[in-house]
């Protein structure tokens, strides 16, 4: 028993060695199948996906996303479809991180559902030439990085969605339209803000939902972050400012070295924590605070 313990775990890095090329085998006959345009035998190979232990690294090294996806838009075989779906969906789980947003992942199944079934996620076609180049810019942003390969999402697809829930809100392609549009752009193609794209091509944020998000809404977490603090920090100085402060002689000004000072205290967080001391340099203007 020992022996065959061992030869078992020896066996391992073959064992996944021999997964992958698997995956690439079937990934090669769905894309004949593709090219071909007969799906004949999909199923049978989309059911032997679903029984392989599927990995993050898996997934980007064979872009086996890409080829499911492709037979899934192919199919008229609504089992072949089904299941292809299925799969895409328990993949896609692999790319959520811990630091997505909480309401990303409250709005994660309204979202995903959003995306397929309703009507303002369907893209019309159009021959307008502005808005045929907005699609292709906005699936190009989408391309940025490998997730969408991951994931087996169809950037021209989504682009189009989210052109089409913008040109139906505003009904024109004016300034205003161009500027929503290289909103989205700009904050898709943010490399300090992956989450975002990351939430667009997995379905947690819908592409009507997308099309209408605020400047604040998109940020990343950090800057977020930041313009709570800013704004904790204007009140704090209102505060201040209603208050007026206290005249002392009791502190040194760190910057000019004078003890012509004004503190304010304020209570900035629980009831039983200590208060935060603000100071203010009557000479120079210096500012500094302390608990």
């Known amino acids: 028993r020992e022996r065959e313990r061992e030869r078992g775990a020896a066996a391992d890095p073959a064992a996944a060695m021999s997964t992958e090329d698997e995956i690439i085998r079937i990934a090669k006959k769905m894309d004949k199948m593709v090219q071909k345009k007969n799906a004949g035998g999909a199923l049978d190979l989309l059911k032997e996906l679903k029984n392989m232990p599927m990995t993050l690294e898996l997934l980007q090294s064979t872009r086996i996303g890409m080829s499911v996806n492709a037979i899934r838009k192919q199919s008229t075989d609504e089992e072949v479809t089904s299941l292809a779906k299925s799969l895409i969906k328990s993949w896609k789980k692999l790319l959520d991180g811990p630091s997505n947003d909480k309401e990303s992942e409250d709005k994660k199944k309204e979202s995903a559902s959003s995306s397929q079934n309703s009507p303002e996620a369907r893209e019309e076609s159009t021959s307008d030439s502005v808005r045929m180049k907005c699609r292709e810019m906005l699936a190009a942003a989408l391309k940025t990085g490998d997730d969408y390969i991951a994931i087996g999402a169809d950037e021209e697809e989504l682009g189009s969605q989210i052109e089409e829930a913008i040109f139906q809100e505003l009904k024109n392609t004016d300034m205003k339209y161009k500027n929503r549009v290289r909103s989205r752009i ?95 340099c009557n000479e120079c203007g210096n500012r500094w605070k302390f608990c």
């Not at 992956?194 to 667009?200: D, F, G, H, S, T």
């Not at 709570?228 to 002392?248: D, F, P, S, V, Y």
């Open 186 to 280: 700009a904050n898709l193609k943010d490399t300090k803000n992956p989450n975002l794209r990351k939430n667009v091509l997995c379905g947690n944020i819908s592409p009507d939902r997308f099309a209408k998000m605020s400047a604040e809404e998109m940020a990343s977490d950090e800057l977020k972050e930041m313009r709570k603090n800013l704004t904790k920090e204007a009140i704090r100085e209102h505060q201040m400012a209603k208050t007026g402060g206290t005249q002392t002689d009791l502190f040194t000004c760190g910057k000019c070295k004078k003890k012509n000072c004004t503190y304010t205290q304020v209570q900035t967080r629980s009831a039983d924590e200590p208060m935060t001391t603000f100071v203010v």
